[in-house]
């Protein structure tokens, strides 16, 4: 069964330092998401690619986060520099028809 | 963002009891509802989805009905096992737009 990839599973940084995570979605989905999950609570939209243009971004901290899909396949998610208010689980979703989006495992993220 | 609010919070049921979990959301340009299982370290897994045109979806155990005048729509599991025991998050979007995800309910079934 096809799965939506990510690495790393588990991140520790201190604050300041800069920290990236990486996707690789199902082949063949041509919309990407990221999404951010505080603890206890549900997942926010960061940024949404359709193919490698970005669809929404509306929702992600421009000073410090920035996201790329530039060949339209997997996509990297970066932090520059960490807070401790960015500790949290970053997740990937990738969907093919717009409405079934499917998750990965999450990159869970401390900052120290 | 448009909230959708999720209840109960916490959960706790009986082994082979029925889990309820209702949403409710406020706009009326969503046009699907689904529901994600999320195990503990883990990304969120879908459940089961609906589309308004339809008024109740079964999947197994799992059912969603949908009451699109109240702008309500809740789970319902069936026949609960231990193994159920996850987090559950209502969401709704229209066409291509992000998920819009309820807080989540943490449902316990004990035996």
């Known amino acids: 069964e096809a799965e939506v990839a990510q690495s790393p599973r588990y991140k520790i940084t201190e604050k300041s330092q800069a920290v990236a995570f990486w996707c690789d979605p199902i082949s063949g989905h041509a919309t990407l998401y990221w999404y951010r999950q505080i603890l206890g609570q549900g997942p926010e939209l960061l940024v949404q690619f359709q193919d490698e243009s970005v669809v929404d971004d509306s929702q992600l901290p421009k000073d410090r986060f920035s996201a790329e899909r530039l060949k339209g396949v997997d996509s990297t998610l970066k932090i520059q520099p960490a807070e401790l208010g960015d500790s949290a689980m970053y997740l990937c979703?990738?969907?093919?028809?717009?409405?079934?989006?499917?998750f990965g495992p999450g990159t869970r993220l401390t900052v120290t | 963002q448009q909230q959708v609010k999720q209840s109960p919070q916490s959960l706790i049921v009986q082994k082979g009891g029925i889990s309820i979990i209702n949403c409710a959301y406020e706009?009326?340009?969503?046009?699907?509802f689904p529901w994600y299982q999320q195990f503990p370290g883990k990304g969120p897994a879908l459940l089961i989805a609906i589309r308004p045109d339809v008024s109740e979806k079964k999947e197994g155990r799992f059912t969603i009905s949908f009451n699109k005048s109240a702008k309500q729509f809740s789970l319902h599991i069936m026949d609960s096992q231990p193994g159920d025991s996850a987090t559950y998050f209502c969401a709704k979007a229209f066409g291509n737009t992000p998920l819009v995800f309820g807080k989540g309910t943490r449902l316990s079934v004990i035996a």
């Open positions: 979703a990738s969907s093919l028809n717009n409405y079934e989006q499917y």
């Open positions: 706009n009326t340009a969503f046009d699907y």
